[in-house]
């Protein structure tokens, strides 16, 4: 799925590309595809969240309660000042998920409801079956799917803790069940590692491989990235010619071939910028968290392999959680 805008998004199901557009209405999404629009609601009620960190000084329902628009649920305390968060439409509280005095995050769900309906608008629709979109469970894994999804994981493109535990779950699998000289395998492993190092090499500090370089010098490249990436021009950002290849191996992962700007290169930007940041849904596990976490594997099982005694590794190689993990780690292991 590719994030157009606020509301647009173009997704692709089966091989076939969609134009989608999706906001809410209440406790109901409004979803246009292709034109055709459709109306979801939730029977199980929707989240109310916290619109901020807050300390819940008091719960003013409890589920069963009938609620009206703007009736007040729950207060937060946050900077000193209490505010009263309210009812966003007609409905019944399903379930409260905090409890006075409790510290809550931006976001947390404090508790569910269920919207009301009049007679004329009571639900008659059969349920939505999405088990035909769900993957058999007895089918077959490839590499290259399981790598295809972590390369699109590692480049900015959201994906749920679940769904990351899963495909991380599956990668194991897949290194343990297959033999260490496949050369499917290790033609995947080598080339993710080296899309870890490549994104990596774009944003962080100095190493210390670095100190004398010529073109690199007082600036590290996180701060060459912050500054491309406010000016969109190469030129204004002040970028050396070392660190425009860099970006432009980075970009062309995005199908940008050039640092000029357009729609497509913001586009790619973000994604990249996304990739280093990703969204709060996934923050448990960030992509260069897991590239720190995977090369190093190969590093060593790339030494195992080899017949004679392998030279020292570098420090990127031996501390998964050094800045250095995060330059080229193809070539500090000697990928």
Known sequence: MNRLGEFERRLISGGRKH????????????IDVDGQVHVVRRVDGVPVRSPMPALVSKVLVKP???????????????????????????????????????????????????????????????????ASLAAAPNAAVSISDVYARLTNFLLGYDLDPAGLRELTTLQRNLATSTPGDDPALRAHEDAFVDLFAEIGALYRPRT????????????????YFLAFLQWLDADRAGLPERYRTRLLEALARYSVPSLAHTDELEHAMLW??????????????????????????????????QPDPPAPRSPGCSDAGSPATTGRLGQGCGL
């Open 208 to 223: 210390e491989a670095e100190v004398g370089d010529s073109e690199v010098t007082g600036t590290n490249t996180q701060e």
């Open 64 to 130: 069963g309660d009938h609620l009206t628009l703007g009736d007040p649920v729950v207060m937060l305390e946050s900077m000193k000042m209490v505010s009263t968060l309210t009812a966003p439409f007609d409905g019944e509280v399903v379930g409260v998920d905090v409890v006075a005095n409790a510290q809550v995050e931006a976001a947390a769900p404090l508790f569910r409801l269920r919207q009301s309906h009049s007679g004329s608008q009571v639900l008659t629709d059969t349920a939505i079956d999405f």
């Open 19 to 30: 134009a989608v557009i999706a906001n809410t209405r209440g406790a109901e999404f409004l």
């Open 272 to 305: 990249l910028f996304r990739s280093f940041f990703p969204h709060p849904s996934s923050s448990a596990v960030r992509p260069r968290d897991f590239g720190a976490a995977f090369a190093p594997r190969r590093c060593v099982a790339r030494e195992r392999s």
